[in-house]
């Protein structure tokens, strides 16, 4: 954990505790590593870009649905929603990739005030070839999604339909698909993936979907995921400090948990 002034002298850090009470987490590990997170995040300066976190962390869907960074039990503090068939596990969630997705209620028109500064992530623990989307929503003009190695590519989406779509050599590591601006980039564990520049064509105007593409408010059919997902996020645009560190502090939380890839 990075030295940073966050620690909280009579327990956990606040933040951490309201997500730990909610979730209902009893595992002393798992407390542990979700309040180590929360700090390295603040200590880094990236929790305030955050505005939804996935640690699928404590095993159950319950435990899977809250969001780190508001964890109350409603569509607003964009809490998932999970239809069809998923495993849920101490390693993350894992969606059965023919009818299996969950919805964030995440809407970008909506949360962000800007077309050009946004991120979305997933931390994939598997290799899995399928055709699919990780994270996505489209509204028939411009789409927001991360699809992680189909056909040997990465594929990101970022407010427009020319996406960025690196070669990718397997599905394994942390994905950040990230805009600033007009620079568009994947980054893939501690490296940049691809990059290109291009403009964005305004926000999509329905929810995300985890291990989904929203296509207009219903599911995008043919393009559900069977990854496993130890970790996920939606929030503003990182710079490429941001991502080192926001690598640094996910791969600390899924060692801390024995789940790293």
């Known amino acids: 954990m990075i ?10 850090d606040p933040d951490a505790q309201a997500f730990i009470t909610a979730a209902g987490i009893t595992d ?61 596990s101490s390693n993350g969630v894992q969606a059965n990739g023919t009818n299996g997705y969950a919805n964030t209620f995440f809407v970008p028109s909506a949360q962000y005030a800007v077309d050009n500064n946004h991120h979305i992530s997933v931390y994939s623990r598997l290799n899995q ?15 927001l999604q991360l699809r992680v190695f189909f056909t040997n590519a990465t594929e990101f989406y970022s407010n427009n339909l020319t996406p960025v779509n690196p070669a990718d050599a ?34 999509p105007t329905v929810s995300l979907f985890l291990a989904e593409s ?17 970790f996920a996020s939606i929030g503003d645009g990182l710079t490429d400090t941001d991502a080192a560190n926001f690598y640094t502090a996910v791969q600390n939380f899924q060692v801390a948990l024995s789940r790293n890839v």
């Open 214 to 230: 929203n296509n207009s408010g219903i599911p995008n059919s043919g393009l559900y995921s069977n990854k496993q997902y130890a």
């Open 170 to 203: 397997n599905s394994v590591g942390n994905y950040i698909a990230n805009r600033i601006g007009t620079a568009v980039k994947i980054f893939k564990n501690n490296t940049t993936l691809g990059s290109f520049t291009n403009a964005a064509n305004g926000r």
């Open 3 to 12: 030295i940073n002034p966050y620690v909280y002298a009579g327990g956990f």
């Open 28 to 88: 002393n590990t798992q407390k542990t590593a979700i309040n180590t997170l929360v700090l390295d995040m603040k200590g880094f300066g990236i929790w305030t870009k955050m505005k939804a976190i996935y640690p699928f962390v404590g095993g159950t869907a319950t435990t899977h649905k809250f969001n780190l960074k508001d964890p109350q039990d409603t569509n607003a503090a964009f809490r998932l929603v999970f239809f069809g068939g998923w495993t849920h």
């Open 129 to 143: 070839t399928q055709n699919d989307v990780e994270l996505g929503c489209y509204d028939g003009t411009r789409a």
